[in-house]
Each structure stands twice: as structure tokens, then as C-alpha cells.
């Protein structure tokens, strides 16, 4: 093949390509709904990736804050727009696997929610205040042992699985935890630093900063690996303890009445785009870990494994909306 001739064959390619990813798309603003408020992770997620998305499809990206009811306000603003894909949204699995336990839905989330990429997960992570003198996962427990009925957990709120992870620690370990739901993990953790209540499963990115500075003590995270932010803290599954072991992933999803064809072709655009060096480290940054891509069959299932995994949770501890 000559030069000139390869060169066309490249450009082919790549014009094909862009078409490609183009096509899932007509030719006004693509909406990405963020059910949260602006600023959190999930909207820098969604204003990171927008943005690139918007540089290799050649079309406006808005991001639209939808905050409220667990997610289901942003997933069901969504849902009422035409199935058309211009209507996508950013959030973590567990809008999905989680909340439609405990919160009345007017969606099924197994039918209605299509995932079409996981971009990066956040894993749990147990901590308590540095009030509390264990400084290891065996002693911890030995601590909470020792006086029944004064400790507490807090979690993000109930349903979540900062809650079902201090389910299954108390029921395991024979504690008697109180249950202190709050309405995120900002002022859950002011009040596990200030000694008001006594540990939390947080996530890996609200809380490594402040193990590193000294307001918080680790005692085990989620995954098959330790986390390279907390290299001395042992995974739940080195504890012995896979229960305790929870992630989510955030990521995109759409509508599930979008056909195959569409759905593929979206999944190839958003991996592009978050593949993109400037948005990985970004999102690195931030605390994400970034996900290998993963076919649409195999994230429908993922999510529903851990849909029937959070419902045993609710039926074995009776957690009630």
C-alpha cells in the first residue's frame, strides 16, 4: 500500500469513527442530568466528561442539577424526556442498587435505567474519630465490645451502604451499634470527628484526606486490593470480613427504552471521552478509581447483583422505608 493511499485509508477511519459517535446523537444539546447538587463529585464527574464529550461529537453538552429523593427526582426528570438519548444522566450505581429499597419509586430501575459506561468506582472505608484509642480492625471491635449500647455508626443515610455495612459489623461482631442517619457524608463525618458519634463506612473520597491529617483513623476499605491513597489500611477481605466490603461505580445511563445500536454507540463515546488523559487525571484526582470497560450485558449485570444483594440486606435486617 502506498503512502498517499494509507493515509486516506487512516483518514477513512477516523472520519468513520467520529461518525460513529456522532450518530447516537442528533444534532442539539445533549442534556446530562445530575441527580445532586452542584459541586459534589458527581457533577464535577458530569461537567469533566460533558465537556470532553462535547469536543469529540461536535455538539453542545448541558449539565442539569436535578438533586432530591434519593436520585429519583434526577432519574425520573430523565425518564420523562424523549427516549431519544439526548437526555442522559451521571450518578452512582447505588441510586440504583440502594435507594429504590427504601424510597418508593415510581421506576423500575432494573428496567427503565439502561447503564451505558461505568467510568470509575469509589470504595467504603470504616473510620472512627481519633477520640477512639483502637488503632486497628480487631481492636476496634474489642472497644465497641466493652461498654453495649454507647457507640454509634453514622451513615450517608438509611438504605445506603454505609447503613447496611454497619448492619452487618454489628451483627457479625456482636456490637450494639446505634444507627445515626445523616443526609450525606460532610456532616456525618463532622460529627465521627468531633466524637459525637462513634465510626462510619464512608467512601474513599470524602475521608483519606482527613486520615492524613490526623482527624480520622482507618481500619479497613472495600476491594480486592488495598487502595493506593491508604497503602497501611487492610481490605475487609484481608480482615476476614467480605461482608463489610461494599463499591459503587459512577457512570452514565440512559433511558432503557433506547434501542441496542444506540446504547453501543453511546457506551463508545463516553469511553473515549473519560479515557481522555485530562479527564482521568482529573478524576483520579478527585479520588476515583478509573474502570476498564466493560460491555453493556456485563454492567446491567453488575448492577443487578448488587439490586439483589442490597434486597437480602433489607429482608435479613428488616430495614423499613
Known amino acids: 500500500m502506498t503512502f498517499p493511499t494509507a493515509r486516506a485509508v487512516l483518514c477513512a477511519a477516523l472520519l468513520s469513527c467520529a461518525?460513529?459517535?456522532?450518530?447516537?446523537?442528533?444534532?442539539?444539546?445533549?442534556?446530562?442530568?445530575?441527580p445532586a447538587p452542584a459541586g459534589g463529585v458527581m457533577d464535577v464527574m458530569a461537567r469533566v466528561v460533558g465537556e470532553q464529550l462535547a469536543k469529540d461529537i461536535g455538539q453542545p453538552v448541558i449539565v442539569?442539577?436535578?438533586?432530591g429523593a434519593g436520585g429519583g427526582i434526577g432519574?425520573?426528570?430523565?425518564?420523562?424526556?424523549?427516549?431519544?438519548?439526548?437526555?442522559?444522566?451521571?450518578?452512582?450505581?447505588?441510586?440504583?442498587?440502594?435507594?429504590?429499597?427504601?424510597?418508593?419509586?415510581?421506576?423500575?430501575?432494573?428496567?427503565?435505567?439502561?447503564?451505558?459506561?461505568a467510568v470509575g468506582r469509589v470504595r467504603n472505608l470504616l473510620v472512627s474519630g481519633?477520640?477512639?484509642?483502637?488503632?486497628?480492625?480487631?481492636?476496634?471491635?474489642?472497644?465497641?465490645?466493652?461498654?453495649?449500647?454507647?457507640?454509634?455508626?453514622?451513615?450517608?443515610?438509611?438504605g445506603t451502604s454505609s447503613h447496611y455495612a454497619g448492619l452487618y459489623?454489628?451483627?457479625?461482631?456482636?456490637?450494639?451499634?446505634?444507627?445515626?442517619?445523616?443526609?450525606?457524608?460532610?456532616?456525618?463525618?463532622?460529627?465521627?470527628?468531633?466524637?459525637?458519634?462513634t465510626v462510619m463506612f464512608d467512601n474513599v473520597i470524602a475521608s483519606p484526606p482527613m486520615v492524613a491529617a490526623g482527624k480520622l483513623r482507618a481500619y479497613g476499605v472495600g476491594g480486592s486490593t488495598r487502595h493506593p491513597s491508604l497503602p497501611q489500611v487492610p481490605t475487609f477481605i484481608e480482615l476476614g470480613r467480605p461482608e463489610l466490603d461494599y463499591t459503587n461505580w459512577f457512570g452514565v445511563v440512559a433511558s432503557g427504552k433506547l434501542s441496542e445500536?444506540?446504547?453501543?454507540?453511546?457506551?463508545?463515546?463516553?469511553?473515549?471521552?473519560?479515557?481522555?488523559?485530562?479527564?482521568?487525571?482529573?478524576?483520579?484526582?478527585?479520588?476515583?478509581?478509573?474502570?476498564p470497560p466493560q460491555g453493556l450485558a456485563a454492567l446491567a449485570q453488575s448492577v443487578r447483583a448488587e439490586f439483589d444483594r442490597n434486597a437480602i440486606t433489607v429482608k435479613k435486617f428488616n430495614v423499613t422505608p
Open 19 to 34: 461518525a460513529s459517535m456522532a450518530s447516537a446523537w442528533t444534532d442539539k444539546p445533549v442534556r446530562i442530568v445530575v
Open 169 to 197: 459489623l454489628a451483627a457479625a461482631s456482636g456490637l450494639d451499634l446505634q444507627h445515626v442517619p445523616f443526609a450525606g457524608s460532610p456532616p456525618a463525618l463532622a460529627q465521627v470527628m468531633g466524637g459525637q458519634v
Open 130 to 158: 481519633t477520640a477512639v484509642p483502637a488503632t486497628d480492625f480487631a481492636s476496634l471491635v474489642a472497644y465497641l465490645k466493652a461498654t453495649p449500647a454507647k457507640y454509634s455508626y453514622a451513615s450517608h443515610s438509611a
Open 64 to 67: 442539569d442539577n436535578r438533586p
Open 261 to 291: 445500536a444506540q446504547a453501543e454507540s453511546m457506551s463508545r463515546a463516553i469511553q473515549k471521552a473519560a479515557e481522555a488523559p485530562a479527564v482521568r487525571d482529573k478524576l483520579v484526582q478527585l479520588g476515583f478509581e478509573m474502570l
Open 75 to 117: 432519574i425520573n426528570t430523565m425518564l420523562n424526556a424523549p427516549a431519544d438519548g439526548q437526555t442522559l444522566m451521571v450518578t452512582a450505581s447505588n441510586v440504583l442498587t440502594e435507594v429504590p429499597h427504601v424510597i418508593k419509586t415510581s421506576f423500575d430501575p432494573l428496567k427503565d435505567v439502561r447503564p451505558i459506561y
